[in-house]
């Protein structure tokens, strides 16, 4: 508000995304308030944190990362439908990292009830290595695996659909100094090697032009994946032949089933052909 400079531009809405019950909660005054949404941007995350469940029993990670996000975009998805009927398009963005590339695919142990016990705390030897940057990496792959499988979901509805229109797109910020390293730097981030690697890292203002992108560039497709060819720079279309070799459609088929599972909605039900 205070950027804003007008209270009428701003609307806030509290959302716990390690609460189930409070994304419920945000989705309904979203409904209530009955405006289409043009972009919704599932930006919010946590890193390297402890293996600890949540109240809903799934790994805070995984849940705070993409499955609150999976929920909030099934219940608001009616909002964005109106949005792409009334102006030809609207668009959802997931947000993921680098950190997606240490997953060799995505395992469901990680998006199932299994908050807790999820290989522990312990640091690796090297930076970015252990059970922490484990689980954040498969979060970070579920946020593609997500962008994914909605775009194919979309795809297989048809173009008379009123999901035709909206378009599933992914960022990453490269390596970004943003209060995500900062809040974590106590547990998971704290090794001398990951500070001397920090000394690389672009602005958090150039670490948002992948999300930038993808919320505004009229030439974007579904589908497409936008943030620093390297660890960091400008936000370019990424090469999607790694990610897609890690995500074949029977594994975006089990995540896709296993997220409505863990989140209880009906979204998309059937599998693309």
Known sequence: REIAGDDSLVDHIDCDLMDFDSVRAAADKLLEKNEPIDVLVNNAGIMA????????????????????H????????????AAAAAKGEARVVQHS????????????????KNGGNLGGDKNGFLP????????????????????????????????????????S????????????QVKNAGEGVGHFGYKMIMKLAQSCEDGTSGIFRCTCDPEVESRQLYGPAKITGEAVLNDPATDIKKLPAPVLNEF??????????????????
């Open 128 to 167: 970015f290595t252990g059970a922490r940057w484990q689980r954040y990496g498969q979060s970070k792959l579920a946020n593609v695996a997500f962008c994914h499988a909605l775009h194919d979901r979309i795809a297989a509805a048809g173009a008379a659909s009123p999901s035709a229109n909206i378009k």
């Open 169 to 180: 797109l992914v960022a990453h910020p490269g390596l970004s100094a943003t209060n995500l």
């Open 97 to 112: 990292s680098g950190a997606r590339r240490s997953a060799k695919t995505l395992l469901m142990d990680y998006v199932g």
């Open 70 to 81: 999976f929920l909030l975009t099934a219940r608001v998805w009616p909002l964005l439908e």
């Open 49 to 68: 944190t402890g293996d600890i469940a949540t109240k809903d029993g799934y790994d805070i990670q995984m849940q705070t990362n993409h499955l609150s």
């Open 256 to 273: 896709w089933r296993a997220s409505c599972d863990a989140t209880g909605v009906t979204f998309f039900s059937e599998d693309p052909q």
